[in-house]
């Protein structure tokens, strides 16, 4: 039997059954249905735990997913339960239009539900491309049940005529150089058979990778995993403990609310900080922060980030790839490095503290990648949270892929009101741009534009010709965490929703201050009220999840999370 004396709680397939009004037979039922998957009554009344799986002919990152699912299965049988894997949603970064940022919540509620609706006592989650970790991480904090997160891990680096090539910082160089003509169209295509290589995630520090940290760094992952290359064989070892590590769960009842803390959200930021991560990572940390009413407001952001030095030295802000980072010493290295500074008291889904953690004997590491605390890369976080009159509510600057030059500036806005018109006009022979101006993008937000990452504005390719390498770049859009630049991103609220931002015009004059931490525009008040007076939201999708993205997405600042999913809190 599954249930103990009939006084303790179901477990395993006992859980939730259908309502027929008979309990014994939806019982009956269910086992009955399960026989036909070939299961023996010895393992059907074992514990369960669901394996949340996301393969897609959709999904190259998630290419080793059968391998994953098996040895997570096969921890899981070791220890005594019965897995199941049981498919969602998936997000391919590069094949969801208009965004996959639009899908990140379907692909939550879908989690969630599924993890609620079906006859489990523990879950593992694998996902690993940009959207799909955090989706997960969102949907089992709602849902309440003990989880448990493994990555698919980073893709390995390719070789292109002598140099190491890895997506898809390296991509955005070479085209950079292909539309400023120094690389010719034979070459482009060489090295697009060159960029992505292996299964796995993007080989840098971009939002996949960052993300894979942050799971480790908030307690959900077991140490060590975030940074094995996909196609490591320790990364089938990885995911056969997990398995065995839910089952422990099952005995231990460890719960997401109880490892997803005030406490280790700021761990993650400072983790976020030192590995200059990506800025998709800081909406997408708010919003599984936000499942649980936790809200860290941007001052205390910018104090994490002003406190916490980088300490890797990766792409897109350095030079190493993912690979570089696990042979150095991977997160247990760098959590060392940063242990003055974490809270130690936090425990991970095995229970254990930080602290028991990193008393652990250290391993051997690579100065060259992960810096020690005292010999930074840079003395300061490579994030940092913007106000101002164009951005009310916040916007997000990433200082550690920018041009410190442009840090104090001021220039002339050249406005693009949408998408559409900058496809149209950037590389227009007669756009009126010179090298010191601000580029500004209109109506890219959550509610216009399911907030794509369009905030990487290409410099037109006029000025890439002449030898313009950055310009200072804003819009309420956001970047792909291996861009570089000196970009605001994030900025709300977004024009779409009557947010300053709308009120550029052409010519008006912009100053970046990162010291004020402010983004301004030069026009007064009244001028500004004036012209948002006429604003007109656009026109809204009337069925479907389109619609509901439409009424219920926050802005960034609130993880671009639906209102009605964001769990009690303290407001922000
Ligand atoms: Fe999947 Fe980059 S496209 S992680």
């Known amino acids: ?80 339960a019965l897995p199941r ?54 949907g089992a904090a709602s849902a309440g049940l003990p989880a448990i997160q493994v990555v698919t891990g980073p893709m390995s680096t390719g070789r292109h005529r002598g140099q190491r090539l890895g997506a898809c910082t390296d991509c955005r160089g070479f085209w950079a150089k292909y539309r400023a003509g120094t690389v010719d169209a034979e070459e482009i295509a060489e090295v697009e058979g060159r960029l992505s290589v292996t299964a796995g995630t993007c080989a840098v520090m971009g939002t996949a990778s960052t993300m894979a940290c942050i799971a480790e760094a908030l307690g959900m992952s077991l140490p060590g995993t975030a940074a094995i290359p996909a196609v490591h064989s320790d990364r089938l070892v990885a995911a056969e403990e997990t398995g065995r590590a839910a089952v422990r769960l099952i005995q231990t009842k460890i719960t997401p ?16 900080m030192a590995v200059s991560g990506s800025t998709n990572a800081i909406v997408h940390l708010t919003a599984i922060a936000g499942r649980l009413g936790i809200r860290i407001p941007s001052e205390r952001f910018n104090e994490i980030s002003d406190e ?3 300490l890797v030295d990766l792409k897109p802000v350095g030079e190493g790839y993912m690979e570089d980072f696990h042979a150095a010493g991977g997160m247990g290295a760098l959590l060392r490095e940063l242990r003055p500074l974490l809270h130690l008291g936090t425990v991970d889904v095995e229970g254990r ?20 605390f005292h010999n930074p890369v840079s003395p300061v976080g490579g994030l940092v949270a913007l106000s101002g009159n164009l951005a009310p509510d916040g916007a997000i600057f990433k200082r550690a892929a920018a041009t410190p030059e442009l840090f104090e500036s001021e220039g002339r806005a050249v406005v693009f009101t949408g998408l559409e018109d900058l496809s149209r006009r950037i590389d227009d022979p007669d756009l009126d741009v010179a ?31 002449a030898g313009v390498k950055d310009m200072v770049r804003i819009s309420d859009a956001r970047m792909s965490g291996t861009a570089f630049g000196s970009i605001v991103l994030h900025i709300a609220p977004e024009a779409a929703i009557g947010g300053p931002l709308g009120a ?69």
């Open 85 to 138: 894997p049981f498919p969602t949603v998936s997000l391919g970064e590069v094949f969801l239009n208009p965004t996959s940022m639009m899908y990140r919540n379907l692909m939550a509620m879908d989690t969630e539900e599924m993890i609620q609706a079906q006859p489990m006592d523990a879950v593992v989650l694998i996902g690993g491309c940009d959207k799909t970790v955090p989706a997960q991480l969102m």
């Open 353 to 372: 503290t930080l602290t028991e953690r990193l008393d652990e004997p250290p391993g051997w590491v690579d100065r060259s990648v992960i810096r020690a």
């Open 257 to 272: 609310a109880e490892v997803i803390t005030r406490e280790s959200v700021e761990n993650a930021i400072r983790v976020l």
């Open 1 to 80: 039997m599954s249930e103990d004396a009939g006084t303790a709680e179901p477990h395993g397939l006992d859980r939730g059954l259908t309502n027929y009004g008979d309990r014994d037979f939806a019982r009956y039922l269910r086992r009955s249905f399960a026989r036909s998957m070939g299961i023996s009554r010895t393992l059907l009344d074992k514990p369960v735990v669901g394996i949340a799986m996301t393969p897609s002919g959709f999904n190259n990152c998630h290419r080793s997913m059968p391998e994953l699912v098996e040895a997570v299965s096969r921890g899981v049988l070791a220890a005594g």
């Open 308 to 310: 916490t030095p980088v």
């Open 504 to 572: 550029v015009r052409d010519g008006d004059r912009i100053r970046l201050s990162i010291r004020d931490k402010r983004i301004d525009l030069q026009v007064d008040e009244a001028e500004i009220a004036r012209r948002l007076a006429d604003h007109e939201p656009p026109p809204a999708p009337k069925r479907g999840y389109k619609a509901l993205y439409r009424r219920t997405v926050t802005q960034a600042p609130d993880g671009c999370d639906f209102d009605f999913l964001i769990g009690e809190g303290e407001p922000r």
């Open 435 to 465: 090298p010191g101006d601000v580029l500004v993008l209109q109506n890219a937000g959550p509610h216009a534009a399911g907030m794509p990452e369009a905030g990487y504005l290409p410099i037109p390719k006029k000025l890439a010709r």
